[in-house]
């Protein structure tokens, strides 16, 4: 089961109307900082504040109708899970989600307002690809994955078609896509699109520090694991090793990866504040922080940076914030 | 001199590919707190923070080449020096900026580095009139009026032309409008877009409370005036009275006007946040307000809400983000 590019314009017409198309947006602050031009891509403003909704209706969407209309489930650390809940209510479907209980308060009621139906379980203790198993079979649900799945990698990738086409607008053909990246479905099913409709484009993921699974299986080729799945400000994405199906499509398509600081996260969300008036999240921010601090570990003079979601507590806003100087 | 729906036509060709067209956002959270459907045009996501760059574009760029190449002047709480200063960048002219004294840091902060020279001046006891014509004069500087200017108002009139071509790709025809109202420019260019672009689209001004100038200009028909010009969280929407350009123009196309306290724009600001994942000053953020605690006093289904800008000290913002709830 592998994913095509057909999939990636298959799901993109699945979606349309439903999913946004984000804007691709600039400022020439950002710029000075990077020593490079910076497009920014704000999938924070996709319905339910990440890109999470574009796999998950392009999931929903590609079930039949009897299939779908049993219900769903889903594991998430809560990008997914909303996404998942929005589209089952789109739909007027059921949707199970299997969340870890320390969760951001945020993500865990949103996906309750969604009218999900929330299950949680302890991220350090329980087996959540058990639990999902076991409740899947039991009511007949469908279970969406989070990113090993060929539909929402599909989904996902329709960000890659949009780059290319706002990009080519502006006159830019060449950059470094930098993605936030946990599991990998956004990064491949981007990285898959951009090398057909803009192959001077090359992706690189980027990863919090001391959570670089992904960077390092670029490296050896093989899949690599994270000693630690918990402690991170970006805990949206952090997994344990890259997907079956994501990595492959990864070496294929990507250069190496990026890895960023809490503090350089911390900086690029105020600074995503300051000149986009965007809210992002703190795993939602490394792309940006790698081309606000790491531009010079890539070769184009453009660098895309996707801003992944923006589901973030207030306080930990409110503590990105505080690290602004007066002046500013 | 008057402003006609062709000169809005010819600001948009004249803008396009600078300006952004900002999309239109909705959240399922925020129609259950309105009790209505709820469009929001995030003009925070134009360059420059504001939708102030709109109509400097489009006055800048109605020069004749030798008269821009002496410079511009412009006299402005903040939103609208930026929005010239960047346009005179563009151009790479002079522009000559002159700001009350209190306004915020980062506007400050901004509008110089964007290349501008700033003169300040005491909100209470000078006349910025008097200074900028002076000013003018002495270095033959054209000046660019925040809102009295055709140029200016054709240019944010733009707005109202994407509303309605927006609104209606969602099947929404017949709207309130709800807009941010300092003197009129933005209200009164929209609200003559509209009348031709979406007839069924009624567009109401909304003020903070005590600063209702324009609504109690529309209910007499004359030119009201505010008794204070200070004390307002919302300080970039606070003028002395309506334009004498927009006032016509307002009193021919727009229904009453709305006010609202600043408990509910910091709510507007924090719902913004929480749902939108966008970052709203309190002057930008009245008319959403609106939209979320006084739908009833509109007749439509569907209410469409223009955040102005974006342009907020973090420790505002902040005021704003510990409005909410730990639930949220």
Same mark, same amino acid.
């Given at each position: 089961m592998s994913v095509t590019l057909d999939d990636i314009h298959a799901a993109r017409e699945r979606i349309k109307g439903h999913a946004r198309v984000t804007p691709l947006l600039s400022s020439p602050f950002l710029d000075e900082i990077a020593g490079k031009r910076v497009l920014v891509k704000p999938?924070?403003?996709? /319905? $339910? =504040? #990440?890109?999470?909704y574009r796999g998950a209706r392009s999931a929903l969407s590609a079930l039949d109708t009897e299939t779908r209309a049993k219900g769903v489930i889903a594991f998430s650390s809560g990008n997914h899970a909303q996404g998942v809940a929005q589209a089952a209510r789109d739909f007027g479907v059921p949707a199970v989600i299997i969340m870890p209980s320390d969760a951001p308060a945020l993500k865990l009621a949103n996906t309750r307002a969604l009218g999900a139906e929330v299950v949680t379980y302890d991220r350090a203790g329980e087996d959540r690809d058990a639990i999902g198993a076991s409740l899947a079979q039991e009511r007949r649900l469908t279970l969406i994955k989070p990113f090993d799945d060929p539909r929402v990698i599909a989904g996902q990738g329709t960000v890659g078609l949009e780059i290319a086409e706002q990009a080519t607008a502006l006159g830019v053909t060449e950059a470094a896509v930098l993605i936030p990246c946990g599991g990998g479905g956004l990064t491949s099913g981007t990285a898959l699109a951009l090398s057909d409709a803009a192959p001077k484009m090359r992706v690189h993921p980027v990863e919090p520090e001391g959570f670089d699974d992904v960077a390092r299986s670029l490296a050896s080729g093989h899949h690599e694991v994270n000693t630690?799945? #918990? =402690? #991170?400000?970006?805990?949206? /994405? /952090?997994?344990?090793s890259p997907g079956k199906l994501t990595l492959p499509l990864m070496l294929a398509h990507c250069g190496p990866g990026l890895t960023v600081t809490e503090t350089q996260v911390l900086d690029a969300m105020a600074q995503a504040f300051l000149r986009l008036k965007l809210v992002t999240e703190p795993g939602g921010a490394v792309a940006l922080a790698a081309a606000l601090h790491?531009?010079?570990? $890539?070769?184009?003079?453009t660098v895309i940076a996707v801003v992944? =979601?923006?589901?973030?507590?207030p306080d930990i806003f409110t503590q990105a914030l505080a690290t602004l100087s007066p002046a500013e």
């Open positions: 999938e924070c403003l996709q /319905i $339910t =504040g #990440s890109f999470k630690r799945l #918990s =402690g #991170s400000l970006c805990d949206a /994405i /952090i997994t344990p790491h531009a010079d570990q $890539t070769e184009a003079e992944s =979601g923006g589901n973030v507590d």
